[in-house]
């Protein structure tokens, strides 16, 4: 099995910046396409960024030119900046990976905090 841990949540002032490192453990090198999504209260889970094995990272318009995803497969991690946050850039971040190169995959991590306000 693949155990995912977010890190790095927090508060944060509008236009100051955060990085969400996420971990991987477990049988991950059937990994193919990992990401990052979100979920504000009230609303449904959303993609925020993703990035496969094979082509470049996809962002939601939301977020594009102000955050970024990368990953270190040496490290096990994948990490997401951001950068100019934006109240509603509040959310729960989760990170999620799975073994298509498409698609939402099956696991998930317990989720972390952002929370932007003044």
């Known amino acids: 099995q693949v155990h995912l841990v977010e890190s790095g949540g927090g508060l944060v002032q509008p236009g100051g910046s955060l990085r969400l490192s996420c971990e991987f453990s477990?049988?991950?090198?059937?990994?193919?396409?990992m990401g990052w999504y979100r979920q504000a209260p009230g609303k449904q889970r959303e993609l925020v960024a993703a990035i496969s094995r094979i082509d470049s990272p996809n962002y939601a318009d939301s977020v594009k030119g102000r955050f970024t995803i990368s990953r270190d497969n040496a490290k096990n991690t994948m990490t997401l900046q951001m950068n100019n946050l934006k109240p509603e850039d509040t959310a729960v971040y989760y990170c999620n990976a799975g073994a298509t190169l498409v698609g939402v995959g099956a696991y998930w991590g317990q989720g972390t905090q952002v929370t932007v306000s003044s």
């Open positions: 477990g049988s991950i090198f059937n990994i193919a396409r």
